[in-house]
C-alpha cells in the first residue's frame, strides 16, 4: 500500500501545472491503465477540483478513461449543463449515472460486533458493503476516485473511500451509514478523521477490496476572505495513510475557530450548488458547533427548491420534518416508512438545531408553510438578500443594520467553523 504523490501545507497553492504533473508522476509509478474508470464527484462539490482532475486524466489517458461515473451517492443525475460547467470537454457518453437503489452489488458485511466495538455500544447492527456493480464487473485495471478532504457531517472528514461506499453506495450502506453515524451524534463527529464509521469503511476496504484497483486522489481546499480558492494540498494513494495526510491539512486549514460563540450567523447557499435543503442543510452541519446557546441562524437559499433531492426523501421530510435526536429514533422505531429509508432519518437528526438555536430558512422557492412545517422560521428571501449583501461580505463578524453583531459565511460546504460556547 503506497501513497504515490503527496504535497501540501496551509500556504501551498496549487497550479493547474501542478496537479498535472502530479498525475504524471503517479501514472508513471503506476502505468497507465488500458482501462480505467474515473469516480469523481458531482457537481455539488464543485469547488474541490475534482472536475479538473478528472478533465486533465482523460487528456493525459485519452481513450484508455472507459467509464466515467460520478458518486451521487442519492443525489440526482448531473444534467447535460452540469456536466459540460464541471468536465469540460469531456465526451457525454462516457458518463454513467450510479443509480443507488439499483444497480449495486454488495461486497462483503462488517459484523455487528465491530461496528458496537467502534461506536463504544451506540449501535451494534452489521453494515453492508455495497458499490455499483461496475466497479466489481467492469473489467477495468484502474479505479481512480478523485475528491476533496473537508469536514463533514456524515464521516467526519469527506471523501476517501466514502467515495467508494457511499458515493457509489447502495440503499442499505448509504442508509445504514448516515443512521449509525447520527445515531453516534453529528457533533462526537464533524472534523475528526477517525470516527467509527470511518474505521467501519476502512475494514471493508481492508477486507473486501483487495481485487479492485482503487488509487484515491484528494484534494485540500482553503477559501480565503477574499473569496480566492487555494488548493493546499493534493495526496494520490491507495492506503489510509494517504487519506489521513490529507485529513491532517485539512483540519488546519477547513476549521475555524471563533474567538466568541457568535449569536447570529447568516450563511449563503450558492444557487450553482444548492437547490435542497438535503444539499443546502450543510449551513446548518458546518455552523452548529459555532452557534451560541439561544442564537439564531439564517440561511440565505435563493435556489432552493425542495427538501429532498429524491423524491421518497423529499416526502419523509415533508412528513415528519426535522427533529431532535431523540425524536427520531423513537420515529424510526414507530415507522415503516421511515425506518426503511434510514439515510432520511439520519438527515432530519442532522439539521435539526437540537432546540438549541433558531433556523431562519429564506428558500427562494419553497413557501413559508412549507418551510414551518418542517420545523423552521420562514425568512424573507428578496429583504435579507438586501440587507446581507453576499457579493461584498467576506467571512466573519459585521455589525448588522440594527446595530447587532452577525457572522457572516460565504459557502458553509468548504468548512467548518467552531466556538467555545461554554459548555
Not at 10 to 17: A, D, Q, R, V, Y
Not at 232 to 242: A, E, V, W
Not at 356 to 373: K, P
Amino acid at each position: 500500500m503506497t501513497t504515490f504523490f503527496a504535497t501540501g501545507s496551509k500556504n501551498t497553492s496549487l497550479t493547474s501545472e501542478d496537479l498535472r504533473n502530479a498525475l504524471l508522476q503517479t501514472f508513471s509509478a503506476i502505468g497507465k491503465p488500458e482501462r480505467a474508470l474515473l469516480l469523481p464527484p458531482d457537481h455539488t462539490r464543485l469547488f474541490s477540483r475534482a472536475g479538473e482532475l478528472t478533465v486533465l486524466c482523460h487528456e493525459i489517458l485519452g481513450d484508455r478513461v472507459k467509464d466515467i461515473m460520478p458518486a451521487l451517492g442519492t443525489h440526482s443525475p448531473m444534467a447535460p449543463e452540469k456536466l459540460n460547467h464541471m468536465f469540460p470537454g469531456i465526451p457525454h457518453d462516457l458518463f454513467r449515472p450510479h443509480l443507488w437503489r439499483d444497480d449495486v452489488v454488495r461486497l462483503g458485511t462488517v459484523p455487528s460486533e465491530f461496528v458496537s466495538e467502534v461506536t463504544g455500544g451506540m449501535y451494534d447492527r452489521p453494515w453492508e458493503a455495497q458499490v455499483n456493480r461496475l466497479l466489481r464487473d467492469g473489467g477495468h485495471d484502474l479505479i481512480f476516485s478523485l475528491g476533496q478532504v473537508v469536514p463533514h457531517e456524515v464521516i467526519g472528514m469527506a471523501n476517501y473511500n466514502k467515495n467508494v461506499f457511499v458515493g457509489t453506495g447502495g440503499k442499505d450502506g448509504i442508509n445504514e451509514s448516515h443512521y449509525l453515524s447520527a445515531v453516534y451524534g453529528i457533533e462526537q463527529t464533524l472534523g475528526q478523521a477517525n470516527t467509527p464509521l470511518r474505521q467501519i469503511l476502512n475494514y471493508a476496504s481492508d477486507h473486501f477490496c483487495k481485487e479492485l484497483p482503487l488509487v484515491y486522489a484528494l484534494t485540500v481546499i482553503e477559501q480565503l476572505p477574499d473569496r480566492s480558492m487555494h488548493t493546499r494540498g493534493l495526496f494520490i494513494g491507495d492506503d489510509h495513510d494517504t487519506f489521513f495526510q490529507a485529513a491532517e491539512l485539512a483540519s488546519q486549514v477547513n476549521i475555524t475557530m471563533i474567538p466568541q460563540a457568535p449569536k447570529h450567523v447568516v450563511a449563503y447557499l450558492d444557487p450553482n450548488e444548492f437547490k435542497s435543503t438535503w444539499l443546502g442543510n450543510k449551513a446548518i452541519y458546518r455552523t452548529r458547533l459555532a452557534i451560541a446557546n439561544g442564537g439564531r441562524l439564517t440561511v440565505l437559499g435563493p435556489a432552493v427548491e425542495e427538501f429532498g433531492e429524491d423524491e421518497q426523501i423529499d416526502h419523509l421530510i415533508r412528513k415528519y420534518g426535522y427533529r431532535t435526536r431523540e425524536e427520531v429514533i423513537r420515529l424510526v422505531a414507530e415507522n415503516e416508512d421511515l425506518a426503511a429509508n434510514l439515510s432520511a432519518a439520519a438527515h432530519l437528526v442532522h439539521g435539526s438545531p437540537e432546540n438549541r438555536f433558531e433556523v431562519v430558512y429564506a428558500a427562494g422557492h419553497l413557501s413559508d408553510e412549507e418551510i414551518r412545517s418542517v420545523g423552521y422560521t420562514p425568512g424573507n428571501l428578496s429583504e435579507l438578500m438586501r440587507r446581507y449583501d453576499v457579493e461584498t461580505l467576506q467571512n466573519g463578524f459585521h455589525t448588522d443594520e440594527d446595530g447587532s453583531e452577525f457572522y457572516f459565511i460565504q459557502n458553509p460546504s468548504l468548512g467548518l467553523w467552531q466556538s467555545n460556547r461554554g459548555e
